[in-house]
C-alpha cells in the first residue's frame, strides 16, 4: 500500500495531509506548487487534469479534489475513526462537506482573494467586504450547532469536522459577531497532534 500526496501543505493539500496524519497512513509527500508549470504538464494533468493541487495516488486510485480525497482516505480506513458508524451520520457527513465546499468556501475564498491572496493593485475591498458579511450568516448556522455538541457529526471529531475546520481555516479573522461555540470547536480542530503535524508542513513548503 502506498500513498502519494500532491500539493504544498499551504494549499487546499493540508486537507489531505491532515487527514492522512490523522489517519496514521504513511505517505510520501510531493511538494509541488499550485503555480508550479509542471502542474500543466502531462505527468501531472494525467493525475489531475484540472491542473491544480492537491492529487493523490493511493495504491493506484488516482484523485482529485481535496474533500472528495478526504472522504476517501477516512471511509477507506474506518478503523481510523474519522467515518461514521451508520448510515445517518454518513449523510451527515456529506452535508457538512457539501456545506463547507458549497456555502463556505467560495465566500472564505472570495473575501481571502480580497485581503491578501491577490496583489494589493487586484484587490477589490468591496469584494471582501460582501463576502464577509454573507459568511456571518454561514458562521451563524455552524455556531447554533455547535452550541450543543463538541463536533459536528456523532460524538467525536470525524472528517466532517476536518473539511469543515480545514476550509474554515481562517474564522477566527472572519467572524465579525459573537460565535463562541464555533471558535472553540475550530480551536478544538487545530489543537489536534495530526493538525498541528500538518500544519506544520507549510514550514518547509
Ligand atoms: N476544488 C479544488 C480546488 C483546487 C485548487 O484550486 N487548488 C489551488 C491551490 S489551493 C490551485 O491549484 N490553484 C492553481 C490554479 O488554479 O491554477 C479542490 O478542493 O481540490
Redesign the pocket.
Known sequence: MSLKIY?IAA???I?PLWAAEELGIPYEHIRLH??APE?REAPYLALNP?????AIDDDGLVL????AITLHLARSRPAGGLWASNVADEARIGQWTLWA?TEAEPLARQWFHHTAFLPEAQRIPRLADEALEKLQARLRVLDEHLATRDYLVGNGFTVADLNVAAVLQRLNDMAREAVPYARAWHARCLARPAAQRAFALRQAG
Not at 484540472?50 to 492537491?54: H, K, L, Q, R
Not at 482529485?64 to 474533500?67: D, G, R, T, W
Open positions: 500539493g494549499s487546499r493539500a486537507r499550485y503555480n502542474t484540472n491542473g491544480t493541487v492537491p482529485f479534489e481535496s474533500l465546499a
